[in-house]
DNA sequence: TAGATTGTTAATCGATTAACAATC
DNA sequence: TAGATTGTTAATCGATTAACAATC
């Protein structure tokens, strides 16, 4: 009793998180192994205090007098991001937008093991991407009654989406990671994260015809 | 004198008008011609209130004890972000993201004319992506400097990535779409748009592991 | 006219920034 | 020890929500 009920923690601190350990990996590769809320603030280009504050709902990454030490907190980040874990994912569509992911993941980030392709196109099924053969959609169901999937990326067009997400569910994944230009609705206890490609550039161009909102 | 002075429209709010576009877009699919704030509301997950706030920012586009006009609004909405106009955009880099973008922009926005496409590798110059011919990111200033080029998308490697976000501000454009895992320095009346897909990503892990601050 | 729903002001909530005591 | 810099509380700022008068 009387225990410390976790608060929770705010997206916009959780979005910042990606963004720390790119600049703290930055450094760490220009061979500078400690830094200050206040030099890092220079860098990043968010408030010493925001920083500080930031850490802070993770712990006492840091040391006065001293600051931070780069590799510690590096690691650190990326063990509360979870990606000193691998995952297990299936892409669900792969046009160009798949094939992109499916090479994309693989270059960037060694924890996600891309499992599975799935797509309905006759000319692709069969077809090896990063030695992966894209399989035909109709057994995506069963494939993921019989494989353990963590992550479900949806890359196909906007019609198929909610369908596929559905199935996904369904068969178990942790979370989706969806690229079609629509909304999904998924069980509650499945996180979805959403790359609404549309939505940024469409952003973009709001911003080019009314600098001054910039 | 007294002229009212335009306040500045937050980012919270820009960010919200392609989701509104979007869902008013489906909507006139489903020949709705009229929706009230609340109703749309329960369709999109925002509060009527916050509907209603950002509307009128842009202006009073509803009618007491009516609500709004779906095909005015949508239209309006599109004026706004500035997509009733076309944009010329180039790409550099045309590796599968890139190639994707291409196909992408192409296909689900008429206002986004891909005009050239640049790529280092020998083996991808000279290649024909929707009829755009790939050239030698050599003649990218050149190119720049002979036609207006309205927007530059970089799909590079993080290494390239600044190096073609100066050449292009020097080359005139208005606005950046940059999809390289890096954060790169730009004239400061140019503007920038991130799709930091690594980010997402490590979100989407963080949410897996933390579902209690989802 | 009566009912519905906006546009807009005021209240609340949450996130960011400032300040400084704690401490390495 | 003295100086530097964190961790954390308090103040501020901005965004969201609630309320309701205006009006179609």
Same mark, same amino acid.
């Given at each position: 009793?009387?225990?410390?009920?976790?608060?929770?923690?705010?997206? %916009?601190?959780?979005? &910042?998180?990606?963004? =720390? &350990?790119? =600049?703290?990996?930055?450094?760490?590769?220009?061979?500078?192994?400690?830094?200050? /809320?206040?030099?890092?603030? @220079?860098?990043?280009?968010?408030?010493?205090?925001?920083?500080?504050?930031?850490?802070?709902?993770?712990?006492?990454?840091?040391?006065?007098?001293?600051?931070?030490?780069?590799?510690?907190?590096? !690691? @650190?980040?990326?063990?509360?991001?979870?990606?000193?874990? %691998?995952?297990?994912?299936?892409?669900?569509?792969?046009? $160009?937008?798949?094939? %992109?992911?499916?090479?994309?993941? *693989?270059?960037?980030?060694?924890?996600?093991?891309?499992?599975?392709?799935?797509?309905? +196109?006759?000319?692709?099924?069969?077809? &090896?991407?990063?030695?992966?053969?894209?399989?035909?959609? !109709?057994?995506?169901?069963?494939?993921?009654? !019989?494989? /353990?999937?963590?992550?479900?990326?949806?890359?196909? +067009?906007?019609?198929?989406?909610?369908?596929?997400?559905?199935?996904?569910?369904?068969?178990?994944?942790?979370?989706?990671?969806?690229?079609?230009?629509?909304?999904?609705?998924?069980? !509650?206890?499945?996180?979805?994260? $959403?790359? *609404?490609?549309?939505?940024?550039? *469409?952003?973009?161009? =709001?911003?080019? $015809? *009314?600098?001054?909102? =910039?």
């Amino acid at each position: 009793m009387n225990q410390k009920l976790p608060n929770k923690i705010s997206n %916009a601190v959780i979005r &910042r998180l990606p963004k =720390y &350990r790119r =600049y703290l990996e930055d450094l760490l590769n220009k061979k500078i192994y400690r830094i200050s /809320s206040k030099d890092l603030s @220079e860098l990043i280009g968010f408030t010493a205090s925001q920083i500080r504050q930031d850490l802070n709902n993770f712990g006492g990454f840091g040391q006065q007098g001293y600051g931070y030490n780069v590799k510690e907190l590096y !690691e @650190e980040i990326g063990k509360i991001l979870g990606i000193d874990k %691998a995952y297990i994912v299936v892409i669900v569509g792969t046009g $160009n937008l798949g094939q %992109a992911i499916a090479n994309y993941t *693989h270059f960037y980030r060694t924890g996600f093991i891309v499992n599975a392709m799935f797509d309905v +196109n006759p000319k692709l099924i069969g077809l &090896r991407i990063n030695g992966v053969e894209v399989m035909d959609s !109709e057994y995506l169901q069963d494939y993921l009654k !019989e494989n /353990s999937i963590d992550i479900g990326i949806i890359c196909t +067009n906007k019609e198929s989406a909610q369908e596929v997400a559905t199935k996904l569910c369904e068969g178990g994944v942790k979370g989706i990671w969806n690229f079609a230009p629509v909304d999904i609705d998924v069980d !509650e206890d499945i996180i979805l994260e $959403n790359v *609404h490609l549309s939505d940024s550039l *469409h952003t973009l161009a =709001y911003f080019i $015809n *009314h600098p001054q909102d =910039y």
